[in-house]
C-alpha cells in the first residue's frame, strides 16, 4: 500500500463523515452547474475522490451510470456498503497517475481532489487522464480551493486554482461554460473559500 493510500484509508477508517473537514449537507453548489447540461440514464458519469459523500445518493437520482473512484479502498468499501447498488462500477486509482484501463465518459465531477496533487507530474497525469476518457461533446466539473483557499487540508498541502488555470491545462479542446467562486463553511465554522468550473469538450476526445 502506498503512502497516500494509508494516508486515506486511515481517515477513512477511525472518522465519521461529519467529522471530515470535506463533509458537506448542501449539494447546491455542484447541483446547480450540473443542471445545465443533460444527464440521463444513458450517461456515463465519472465521480472523481467520491470518498463517502453522500453527493453519490444525489448523483444516483440522475439515473446515470457512476463510475465511483477513490483512492482509498477503506472508503469505497464504506460507500459500497451503503449503497448496496450493482449498477455502479467502483473504481481503485489514484488519479495522480495514469489510467491502466480504457473507458469513456459523458461527466467527469470533482469536488476537491485536484487540488491534492502537488508536482506538475501528477497533475499532468491527472488531466490526461481527463481528456483521454471525456468524450467530445461531454462535460467536467472541478471544484477546487481556490487561490484566496486554504493551503493544507486533511494534513496535507494543496494546490490553489483559478478557472484560467483548469482552461490552461485543460487546453484549447474544453471550453469554459460557467464558474463561480463559493465559500464552503466546513463541520468545524471554518471558511474555505473554492472556485467551481463546468467546461465543455468541443474537440477531440473519445
Known amino acids: 500500500m502506498?503512502?497516500?493510500?494509508?494516508?486515506?484509508?486511515?481517515?477513512?477508517?477511525?472518522?465519521?463523515?461529519?467529522?471530515?473537514?470535506w463533509y458537506e449537507e448542501d449539494f447546491s453548489q455542484t447541483?446547480?452547474?450540473?443542471?445545465?447540461?443533460?444527464?440521463?440514464?444513458?450517461?456515463?458519469?465519472?465521480?472523481a475522490g467520491a470518498g463517502t459523500s453522500k453527493l453519490v445518493d444525489e448523483l444516483i437520482k440522475t439515473e446515470a451510470n457512476l463510475v465511483i473512484n477513490d483512492i482509498s479502498?477503506?472508503?469505497?468499501?464504506?460507500?459500497?456498503?451503503?449503497?448496496?447498488n450493482a449498477k455502479h462500477q467502483y473504481l481503485h486509482h489514484d488519479l495522480g497517475q495514469s489510467f491502466d484501463?480504457?473507458?469513456?465518459?459523458?461527466?467527469?465531477?470533482?469536488?476537491?481532489?485536484?487540488?491534492?496533487?502537488?508536482?506538475?507530474?501528477?497533475?499532468?497525469?491527472?488531466f490526461n487522464n481527463l481528456k483521454e476518457t471525456v468524450k467530445c461533446g461531454g462535460h467536467v466539473l472541478l471544484a477546487e480551493f481556490s487561490e484566496s483557499g486554504a493551503t493544507h487540508c486533511a494534513g496535507l498541502a494543496v494546490h490553489q486554482y483559478s478557472a484560467e488555470e483548469m482552461?490552461?491545462?485543460?487546453?484549447?479542446?474544453?471550453?469554459?461554460i460557467s464558474s463561480k467562486k463559493f465559500t464552503f463553511i466546513n463541520p468545524f465554522?471554518?471558511?474555505?473559500?473554492y472556485i467551481y468550473a463546468l467546461f465543455k469538450r468541443i474537440k477531440g476526445g473519445v
Open 73 to 84: 479502498t477503506r472508503a469505497l468499501e464504506k460507500l459500497s456498503l451503503r449503497l448496496d
Open 101 to 126: 484501463k480504457n473507458f469513456s465518459v459523458d461527466i467527469w465531477v470533482d469536488r476537491a481532489v485536484l487540488h491534492f496533487l502537488l508536482t506538475e507530474e501528477q497533475i499532468t497525469h491527472y
Open 189 to 193: 465554522k471554518q471558511e474555505r473559500p
Open 2 to 21: 502506498n503512502t497516500k493510500q494509508a494516508h486515506w484509508d486511515d481517515i477513512f477508517s477511525v472518522k465519521q463523515d461529519n467529522e471530515l473537514g
Open 31 to 47: 447541483l446547480s452547474l450540473l443542471s445545465k447540461i443533460t444527464i440521463s440514464a444513458s450517461s456515463t458519469l465519472f465521480l
Open 167 to 176: 482552461q490552461v491545462r485543460l487546453g484549447e479542446n474544453f471550453e469554459l
